[in-house]
């Protein structure tokens, strides 16, 4: 059973991802075709790749919501190649293109989610990693995706944009997932805050804005404007 509050809370997520969504179509409009062939701030990857990714990003979530509302398993990606090959497919195209797509794709996701049977939220599905989630979780998964991407597209929106509370829950988030690359334990306080949070046995403390911390966390930053010693990250996801 879904409670009132957590259809609440899930239905002012759903209000917060789509003012995110209106935050990110001025700035995709006021780029030129030429702007995306220029490298996003993803290594490999151009801001048409990152706007590619964005839509495919947005079908994949309707994957997972039709899941949930109907019973009948449907992958998030029908395999990693395909997602690959469908963002290389899509990176190239037109401004116009590449807008309309982005705007179409992410009106699908939001209106399917808008309607979702209050019973069927708690529905179990299955994340692209394979790990199970209850639906409750998609509409995270699509602001994840439309903050992080917006600051990686490099058009003048920083971590530091991030609103307080996406910036506390992603800290926490990025927290409990992140590996150190030689084992090694921290601790990282924000100092505007006061969030503070430990990856294992802890040998070092590293400080600073909660923004920073979590765009360090999730390899957005190397963490120049951190104080401490920063241990190596794998990968973030």
Known sequence: MTSDAQLADT???LDTVAAATERLL?????????????????????????????????????????????????????????????IEA???????????????????WLDLARVMPADRWPTLVRNRQGGE??????????????????????VGYTPADWSEDFTTRLLTQSISEVKPVDGTGFTVT?????????VGTPTTTVTGPAAALAAWLI???????????????????
């Open 133 to 154: 989630i209850p639906a409750t979780r998609i509409p995270w998964m699509r602001l994840l995706e439309v903050e992080i991407h917006h600051v990686d597209l490099a």
């Open 190 to 198: 924000a100092t505007d805050t006061g969030y503070t949070g430990t």
């Open 26 to 86: 001025p700035a995709i409009a006021a780029l030129g075709d030429a702007d995306l062939v220029e490298p996003s701030l993803l290594p490999g990857w151009t801001r048409g790749h990152v706007l590619a990714h964005l839509s495919r990003n947005a079908d994949s979530l309707v994957n997972l919501l039709l899941w949930a509302r109907t019973g009948i398993e449907t992958p998030q990606y029908a395999s990693q190649f395909l997602r690959e090959a469908d």
């Open 11 to 13: 239905a002012a997520l």
């Open 219 to 237: 390899g957005r930053s190397p963490g120049t404007d951190l104080t401490g010693n920063l241990p190596d990250l794998a990968a973030w996801k």
């Open 90 to 108: 899509g990176a190239n195209r037109p401004l116009r293109d590449q807008l309309e797509d982005f705007t179409a794709s992410a009106e699908r």
